[in-house]
Each structure stands twice: as structure tokens, then as C-alpha cells.
């Protein structure tokens, strides 16, 4: 796993490393994508989705929005 991506850890609290170069990942800043764009990417459960973001939890891979 490359520690300088963003990852979901074995307690499914997502972690952006510091040292991740793409600000595209950084949800909070303007250039950011939105966070549940993320949360699909990385393959979140129903579970950490609901922790993370009031958008609906994307089913049979359709998009969030």
C-alpha cells in the first residue's frame, strides 16, 4: 500500500497522509473534490461511509450525488 495516498485504516477512519502531494485529496481546501467522491474511491463501507458524510451511500455503484 503507498502510505503517501490517501487510505482507509483497519478501523475505517480515512487517513490523508501529509505527505500526499495531490491536493486533489484534500477535501477541505477549494481545489478539493468532495469528500464522498473520495470515500467511493477508496472503496468505503456503508459503515464508514455514515461516519463521514450525510450523502446517500451509493448503491450498486451509481454515483452519491
Known amino acids: ?20 502531494a495531490e491536493h486533489e485529496y484534500k477535501y477541505w481546501k477549494k481545489e478539493g473534490r468532495e469528500l464522498h467522491d473520495i470515500l467511493q474511491e477508496l472503496g468505503a ?12 451511500y451509493p448503491e450498486n455503484g ?3 450525488k
Open 1 to 20: 500500500m503507498d502510505k503517501s495516498k490517501p487510505y482507509l485504516d483497519e478501523n475505517g477512519d480515512l487517513v490523508i497522509p501529509f505527505l500526499c
Open 45 to 56: 463501507s456503508r459503515e464508514v461511509w455514515e461516519r463521514y458524510t450525510w450523502e446517500d
Open 62 to 64: 451509481q454515483d452519491s
